[in-house]
T-cell receptor, first 117, second 113 residues
Framework: GAVVSQHPSRVICKSGTSVKIECRSL??????MFWYRQFPKQSLMLMAT?????????EQGVEKDKFLINHASLTLSTLTVTSAHPEDSSFYIC?????????????FGPGTRLTVT | AQKITQTQPGMFVQEKEAVTLDCTYD???????LFWYKQPSSGEMIFLIY??????QNATEGRYSLNFQKARKSANLVISASQLGDSAMYFC??????????FGTGTSLTVIP
C-alpha cells in the first residue's frame, strides 16, 4: 500500500516556540492531505484539510493563525504550531488519500507526539 | 449530529475466541464507504477492512470480517481467533459522498491470555 511519512515522530519544545511537522506521501501524489489531532484515549479530530496550490480549509474551532498549514508540493504538507502552549501537547496525525488506489482509502502517517513544556 | 457511533468503550476477549466490535453510522448519502482501523499503543493507524455502500457481500480480510447491515446502518467488525497482538484501539470510520472522513470514538480491545 501507499506510504505516508511524518517527521519528527516526537518533539519536545518550550512554551512560546514554534514547531513544524512534515507530512510526505512517499510513492504517490497527494493534492489533498488531512491533519488530525488526537488526545489520549480519544478519537481523531480533523483539524484541517491541506490543499496543494491553495489555502487550507480549517475545521470550526481551529485557529488558523496558530496552526499554519502549507501544502508546498504534491508530496509535502507541513503543519506549524506557532507560539506553542502546554495545551497544544497532543498526537498529530496526517493522512493522504490515494485516488487511484481503489476505495478512496486514506493512508495515515505514523503520527507526531508533541510535548510542550 | 454524530456520524459514527461506537458504543463499546472497552471490550475484553479470551485468546482464540471471536469478538464483535459495534459500529453504527448516520448518513443520507447513497454512496459511502466504511472502514475499520486498528491503533496500537505506538499510535499508527492500521487499515483493516473496507466496505462500500453498494457492496452486496460482507467484506472479509483474513481474520477480520465486516458484518454490514445497510438497513440498520451498522458495520460491525468481527475478529475471529483473537490473538494477544490484537489488543489495541479500534476505530470505525465513514467516508461520505464528499470524501470527508468521520471517525467513531473508538473501542479499546484487550485480549486475555
Amino acid at each position: 500500500g501507499a506510504v505516508v511519512s511524518q517527521h519528527p515522530s516526537r518533539v519536545i519544545c518550550k512554551s512560546g516556540t514554534s514547531v513544524k511537522i512534515e507530512c510526505r506521501s512517499l510513492d504517490f501524489q497527494a493534492t489533498t492531505m488531512f491533519w488530525y489531532r488526537q488526545f489520549p484515549k480519544q478519537s481523531l479530530m480533523l483539524m484541517a484539510t491541506s490543499n496543494e496550490g491553495s489555502k487550507a480549509t480549517y475545521e470550526q474551532g481551529v485557529e488558523k493563525d496558530k496552526f499554519l498549514i502549507n501544502h508546498a508540493s504534491l508530496t509535502l504538507s507541513t503543519l506549524t504550531v506557532t507560539s506553542a502552549h502546554p495545551e497544544d501537547s497532543s498526537f498529530y496525525i496526517c493522512s493522504a488519500p490515494e485516488l487511484a488506489g481503489g476505495p478512496y482509502e486514506q493512508y495515515f502517517g505514523p503520527g507526531t507526539r508533541l510535548t510542550v513544556t | 449530529a454524530q456520524k459514527i457511533t461506537q458504543t463499546q468503550p472497552g471490550m475484553f476477549v479470551q485468546e482464540k475466541e471471536a469478538v464483535t466490535l459495534d459500529c453504527t453510522y448516520d448518513t443520507s448519502d447513497p454512496s459511502y464507504g466504511l472502514f475499520w482501523y486498528k491503533q496500537p499503543s505506538s499510535g499508527e493507524m492500521i487499515f483493516l477492512i473496507y466496505q462500500g455502500s453498494y457492496d452486496q457481500q460482507n467484506a472479509t480480510e483474513g481474520r477480520y470480517s465486516l458484518n454490514f447491515q445497510k438497513a440498520r446502518k451498522s458495520a460491525n467488525l468481527v475478529i475471529s481467533a483473537s490473538q494477544l497482538g490484537d489488543s489495541a484501539m479500534y476505530f470505525c470510520a465513514m467516508r461520505d459522498y464528499g470524501n470527508q472522513f468521520y471517525f467513531g470514538t473508538g473501542t479499546s480491545l484487550t485480549v486475555i491470555p
